[in-house]
Nanobody, 126 residues
Framework: QVQLVESGGGLVQAGDSLRLSCAASGRTRSPYSVAWFRQAPGKEREFVAAIIRSGSTIYNADSVKGRFTISRDNAKNTVYLQMNSLKPEDTAVYYC???????????????????WGQGTQVTVSS
């Protein structure tokens, strides 16, 4: 079992920055991939970014590339999402998710991930 705990959300103004954290516990082997998803009210869950065990990163280019950066600290078993130049349309609950052993599902597909955090709210005012 893996437990994921997100933190770092909050209420900010457009143009501000936030850094979300996803702390993993419960398993010594690092996940194959860890991703951030978000879900706004009335909308489907949307892939934001992912980082693979090798260190490669993938972004939802349409929404966040150039503004968001995913990174990790292996010593702390934590994955971060640095969000800059926030926009009101970034308002959502942000979830981190982990895939332990790899999967045939694409990296941006929520079905790939066995473990999910409880989510952290990000609200961006205009």
């Amino acid at each position: 079992q893996v437990q994921l705990v997100e933190s770092g959300g909050g209420l900010v103004q457009a143009g501000d920055s936030l850094r979300l954290s996803c702390a993993a516990s419960g398993r010594t082997r690092s996940p194959y991939s860890v991703a951030w998803f978000r879900q706004a009210p009335g909308k489907e869950r949307e892939f934001v970014a992912a980082i693979i065990r090798s260190g490669s990163t993938i972004y939802n280019a349409d929404s966040v590339k150039g503004r968001f950066t995913i990174s990790r600290d292996n010593a702390k078993n934590t994955v971060y999402l640095q969000m800059n130049s926030l926009k009101p349309e970034d308002t959502a609950v942000y979830y981190c998710a982990a895939d332990i052993d790899g999967s045939y599902y694409p990296i941006a597909n929520a079905g790939r991930y066995e473990y999910w955090g409880q989510g952290t709210q990000v609200t961006v005012s205009s």
